[in-house]
Every structure is written in C-alpha cells, then in structure tokens.
C-alpha cells in the first residue's frame, strides 16, 4: 500500500530531508509550517518496524535521529525528530549497551583474540566456549569489556596462511576452530582424549596440527547428526535468517573442498548458537563484547567471487611506512570500489555490520583511515613503498613541469587517473640542488598532509553516516599512523571514540571520546616495553597513568593485567607478543599459558585490578544489561 510520511523540522538553507526506509533514502519534500512529506508506494508491514529520517545537505547526512521509529501499517504516518532524552549523553546514536549512554560513564577492560584463549576442555586453541571464565573474571573485577579480534572464518587449507585473522574468507562466518567439540556430541574417547591433552599442552598453538584435529571430529559430528539437524525448526530458522550470506558462503566453501553446502551451513549453525550462548552470558553479567572489524576482505574470498564488482581486484590494501613498519605493509586483500558499493547506499556494509552486532556491543574499526583514502598497492608488488592513495588529487605534467621538478624519481603515475601524478613517499630528491629539494619539500608536505583534507573529508561523510546507523554498536576507530588533518574532526562529529596509545600521538591532552591502551596485539607489551622487566609495582603506576586518563574506556591486554603478578605472568617477557606487522608471514599462535579458570583464584591480583578501577571510577558496581 501507499504510504505518505511527514515530520516536522525547522531546516536551514540546503538543507532537507529524507526518510531511510528499508535501508534506501526517500527525499521528502518541504511543505508549510516546516512540515516535511514523502509517499512511498508499495510499502511492506515489515518495513515499519525500524525506520528513520536523516538531515542531508550537498548529498551528505549531517545528522541522524537518536533512535529508529516504529509504526502501524497506515495510509499517513505523522512523525516527531527524536532527539537524544538524556541530558549530558556526549553520543548522537543510542547505543544498544544503555551503559555507554550514561553521561560520564567510564569503564576498562580486557583485550585478547579467541585463538588465545585456553582451558581444559579446549583442543589445542581458544573457542567460544573460553570466554564464560573470562567474562567470570572480568565482571569480578569490575571490567565492562572485552575486546577481541575479527573471529571470522580465514580457512584456505588449514596451513599457518589461514592463522592470519585480519583475512577473512567470509565477513559473516564465524571461524569454524572456534567451536567446542564437546557440545556436538563428540565422545571423549581415550584417543580423543590424548590428542586432546597432547595439543593442550603446546605452549603455543600448532595451526595446521589443531585445524587438521578439529575438522576430523567437526566432520565425524555432522555426519552422525546432521539427518535430525538439518530438519530442525532451530537450524531452518537460522538458514532463513542468514539466507543474504550463508548459500553464497557455504557453496563457495562446498566448491573449495568438494563437500556438500550442508556442511557448512550445519557449522556455522553450531558456531552462532556456542557464541551466542556466551554474549548472552556475558551481557548478563554487564560485560560487553567488543569486535574487530577487519578493513579488508581477501581476493580469495566468497564476497570477491561473487560479488568481484564490490572489489578493486588488480591492487591490494596497505599502509605507507610508519612506525610499525619502515617498508610500508601490504595487508594482500583488494580496495573496495566504493562507487559501485554506494549504489545501493553501502548494502554490503550495513549487512556487514548488523550481523556483527548480534554478537557485539562495541567494535574496533580497523584502519579507519581506508574510509577517507586507502594506500594502495598495484597487485603482484610486494613493498608498501610502491604504492599511492586512492582516492587521490594527482598533479598533471604540465603543474610538475611549472614547478621546475623532474618526473622521474620524485613522482609514479596513478594507475586510477592515467597521465596523472603522485609523489613517491620515499622520493630520490637528495642528489637534487637545493632550491628543488626545497619546492618538492613543500609539494610532498602538501600532497601527504594538507591537499586531500577537504576531498578525503567528504570521501569519508559519504559513507560513515550511512554505516554507523545500521546499528547500536559503540564504534572505535584505529586511528594510528599517517592520519590526515581531516580525520578527528570527522570522528568527533560522528561520535566515533578514537585511540590512544602512550608515544604515539603528540597532540596533546587525551579526550573523553577514546579507548586508551597500553598496547596492541601488533605492538610489544607493557613489559616489553620497559628496558628492564619491570616489578608489579612499576606495572601498577604504568596502569594508573592510564586508568586516571580522561579516555572513557581503558582497555588492556590480558597480559598487561597479568604483569601485575610476578608469579601468574610468563617469565620471558619476550614471547608476549602476539604480531610483528613487519612480517606479513607472521605465525599467530600466542595463548595463554595458564587455563583461565586459575584468573578467578587470583586474589592478590583481582584485588589490585579492583582497588584501581574503583580509584580511577572505572569500576563496574552492578551487573547491567548490555
């Protein structure tokens, strides 16, 4: 049926509005008194239950509403703007942990990946199932969060390639390592049990051993269960629901190993309910999950196969040198071709992000740099050094040429705007006079830090908008390295919490809108850090200096928290580290050397981590539904 939509608001000069239904925008037309219509034909029941409107201006959303409408099929919908009702909350969305919208709320937590997770009834890696005793010992504490990697599926051929979780084969399948063999009914056999024990007692993980282990008993199950499962209402449910994604993802797997479909949608099934059990846990107990939200997708995955549009397929995603690497890093995984994604105002993204919300309250933006510009690399070269932005505002020949500056060795053609120009970030200019190093010297200061501010900014208006309200999650973004002048001010009108790490940024006192951290899984850890190991006590002050930050979350790797014990933490402080981003064959095998049911007998130290939470006001006094 006909449907006509109104709403009053008071616009200024180019601005209007449109209504966001069913995830595509309806201009509306202004009317006397303020009053805003659209009539939309043929609009579906469903469609009302969530639905919003957006103030645009030049094609841009410059806000959004606080929360979504919902209504009653009618032939006239009469609206209201809905504005934030809570006075003092710093947020322009509401998030779907209440907690974050509490003005000065202030919280910590931990961060680790699955894979690093141990307890008794693993085999030989992290699963779902591990985080139950985390969350136990986080909500003890007085912890809000936990922070993870991107848990989606990297499977290729099970070799240590696959270990690499920032390249995922699918952005919504969960990775099949993390289930619990136990809850398929796999019966602890005396040979089970050896394997199991003989994995268990690895220090580190051995990848392509436990995939090959894993995926025997993962097989066995399906085969034994799968006539009763795949009729199941539950599981039928579950096919329906994830219908968008989950045939295009369980025949590109089918086609790889030459099994049936079935097969993979029966794990994924069994993965959703394991993880699922556990975030419905943790939110019980006040802890939020927070997600990793990968800026890439592999060419080798089932999005590029079948979607090769969404992809820029001949160039591969990096970054430039910076601190973590002086050759640059190529990450392997295509650029997005953003035109053709805009087309149906970002789709892919929104589902993307609504499927991570099921299990996340918060997320990790991983590079969000790639949304105002990406630092591309043409495909089959290997150093970072060789590649350029994209999008870009090249120079032509002819403004090079007014310059008085030679092509060769200071510029490279952008392959997106061929007879165009960059300039080289790692330029030959020292044998050049002077006078040139000097004019290039300006030109390469302005290209890389100045030129792009305004059209990078716009770039990245177009999309984060539409992204952030699909859904309530808390979004962070990474914002480390080359970042333009443009950047901060984006996150701060979108409300995205930014990072901060000590020695890394220089731009002064810390904001209430970020996550602080000691470090990252791609960094040394705190005792690494030191010169020398440093005692508990050291710990404790290097924590507070933190902690007392006005960063609204704190949130450290677990074994920053455990440094604060001299007798639970690894004596070689060395083999903390999780990631050399240098080495784009790194092996990610760190775990956990202690099973994390020991964290809740930890009194001294449980102790310390309360007594600073409760001083830094960080401390999580009830359990609140996330």
Not at 124 to 133: N, S
Request: glycine share 6%.
């Amino acid at each position: 049926m006909q449907i006509t939509f109104k709403i009053q608001y008071r616009t200024q000069w180019g601005e209007s509005l449109s209504l966001v239904l069913n995830d595509k925008k309806y201009p509306m037309e202004w009317g006397e008194g303020g009053v805003w219509t659209v009539k939309v034909k043929d609009c579906k029941a469903a469609w009302l239950k969530k639905y919003c409107y957006v103030l645009m201006r030049d094609g841009l959303i410059i806000r959004s509403e606080w929360s979504f409408h919902s209504s009653a099929s009618a032939k006239l919908i009469e609206d209201k703007w809905i504005d934030c009702p809570i006075p003092g909350c710093p947020f322009v969305r509401e998030h779907q942990a209440s907690k974050f919208d509490r003005p000065g709320f202030r919280g910590a937590g931990t961060a680790i990946p699955v894979f690093s997770l141990r307890t008794a009834s693993d085999f030989g890696i992290g699963e779902f199932k591990d985080l139950r005793p985390l969350v136990d010992w986080a909500a003890a504490t007085g912890q809000c969060i936990i922070q993870l990697l991107p848990v989606n599926d990297t499977t290729r051929k099970g070799e240590w390639m696959d270990s690499y979780p920032y390249s995922p084969i699918s952005s919504f399948a969960l990775h099949p390592l993390y289930i619990n063999l136990q809850a398929l009914g796999i019966r602890e056999t005396a040979a089970f049990k050896k394997e199991q024990a003989e994995l268990n007692a690895l220090g580190e993980i051995d990848y392509p051993r436990v995939f090959k282990a894993k995926m025997k008993y993962i097989r066995k199950a399906f085969l034994a269960s799968s006539k009763k499962d795949l009729q199941s209402a539950s599981y039928k449910k579950f096919v329906a629901a994830n219908a968008f994604w989950l045939e295009e993802y369980a025949q590109f797997c089918a086609k790889r190993d030459g099994l049936e479909p079935e097969y993979y949608c029966w794990m994924q099934w069994q993965l959703d309910k394991q993880f699922a059990a556990e975030v419905k846990y943790a939110r019980a107990k006040g802890v939020s999950l927070k997600g990793d939200l990968p800026i890439g997708v592999s060419s080798d995955s089932a999005e590029a196969y079948w979607h090769p549009e969404l992809f820029n397929l001949d160039s591969t995603a990096g970054a430039p040198p910076d601190y973590f690497s002086t050759d640059g890093q190529n990450w392997g995984f295509p650029t997005y071709n953003w035109e053709e994604m805009a087309k149906d105002d970002f789709a892919w993204w929104k589902a993307r992000l609504r499927k991570m919300s099921e299990y996340f309250d918060a997320f990790r933006i991983d590079h969000i740099l790639g949304f105002f510009r990406i630092w591309e690399i043409p495909a089959g070269v290997r150093s970072g050094i060789a590649g350029h932005f994209n999008p870009a505002l090249p120079y032509s020949p002819e403004e090079i040429a007014s310059m008085h500056l030679p092509l060769d060795g200071l510029f490279h053609e952008d392959p997106r705007h061929p007879g165009m120009y960059q300039p080289l970030i790692c330029p030959a200019s020292q044998n050049l006079p002077q006078w040139q190093q000097e004019r290039f010297g300006a030109l390469y200061n302005d290209f890389f830090y100045h030129r792009h501010d305004e059209f990078w900014r716009r770039n990245a208006e177009r999309k984060l908008p539409e992204l952030l309200s699909a859904t309530g999650m808390l979004a962070c973004g990474e914002d480390l390295g080359m970042v333009p002048d443009c950047v901060p001010g984006v996150m701060d009108h979108e409300r995205i919490l930014s990072l901060k790490m000590r020695g890394m940024q220089g731009e002064g006192p810390w904001k209430e809108l970020s996550v602080c951290a000691t470090s990252s899984h791609d960094m040394e850890t705190l005792r690494m850090q030191c010169h020398n190991d440093p005692e508990p006590w050291e710990v404790r002050n290097m924590l507070w200096e933190f902690l007392s930050s006005p960063s609204m979350l704190a949130i450290f790797p677990l074994q920053d928290w455990i440094a604060l014990d001299k007798k639970l933490r690894r004596q070689d402080r060395n083999v903390e580290r999780i990631n050399y981003p240098a080495d784009s064959e790194n092996h990610w095998k760190f775990r956990i050397h202690f099973p994390l049911e020991e964290l809740s007998q930890q009194g001294a130290l449980n102790a310390v981590i309360e007594g600073l939470l409760k001083d830094s006001a960080r401390y999580s006094y009830k359990q609140e539904e996330a």
